[in-house]
């Protein structure tokens, strides 16, 4: 029995590269938020490549963590985000190329936010068991895939869209990224003071 307990707690390396992988994916979130709202809506050039930038960024994010992980071949949801954030940031940038509308592009990173939420969600699934503090994962998956929805159904509408469209979507993102981080630093604060104490 007490085997099985320490089978599934996580090394201290293991729990330590999450917290700065949230981190991490906070800060890039933010900071893409901060750009699109203050400079690149204004700025056609700066905001198509950061549309491409975005789905490129998840897809090397998940490829470092799933390396960090057992690599992909141990954690199918992020191998099948990997492959999909790349197919999005190319036809993102093949997209912008052409010259295609705003709309159009749109309705790519919206069916990319709803997989790649589908695939977080697995993610953290498999990951509660070994880590715990995964709740706000599973939260912003869903609300991606929600939100891949709700930028699709947006993109046909008769307003205008633009990259401050996306802006909420990466902002909700990097909410959540950064209350997983400071939740598992605090459990595994907890854990540390509960073995320090028996």
Do not use: C
């Not at 199918?76 to 197919?87: A, D, H, R, T, W």
């Amino acid at each position: 029995m007490v085997t099985q307990t320490v089978e599934h707690q996580p090394a201290p390396s293991a729990s330590g590269w999450l917290k700065r992988y949230y981190f991490t994916r906070f800060a890039f979130s933010a900071a893409w938020v901060l750009i699109a709202i203050s400079v690149a809506k204004s700025n056609p050039s700066l905001a198509a490549v950061m549309l491409v930038a975005y789905p490129a960024w998840d897809a090397i994010a998940n490829f470092i963590d799933a390396q960090r992980s057992g690599g992909l071949r141990r954690n199918k949801s992020q191998l099948l985000n990997f492959i999909f954030s790349i197919l999005t940031a190319i036809a993102v940038a093949v997209a912008v190329a052409l010259g295609s509308s705003l709309n159009s592009v749109l309705v790519v990173i919206g069916i990319w936010a709803g997989f790649s939420g589908i695939f977080q969600l697995a993610t953290a699934v498999g990951r509660w068991k070994s880590f715990g503090a995964q709740w706000a994962m599973i939260l912003s998956g869903a609300q991606s895939a929600l939100a891949g929805v709700f930028m699709i159904f947006m993109a046909y509408g008769p307003d205008p869209v633009g990259i401050a469209n996306i802006a909420p979507y990466a902002a909700f993102g990097a909410f959540y990224f950064a209350v997983s981080a400071i939740w598992l630093t605090i459990s595994d604060a907890r854990k540390g003071g509960l073995r320090t104490a028996s």
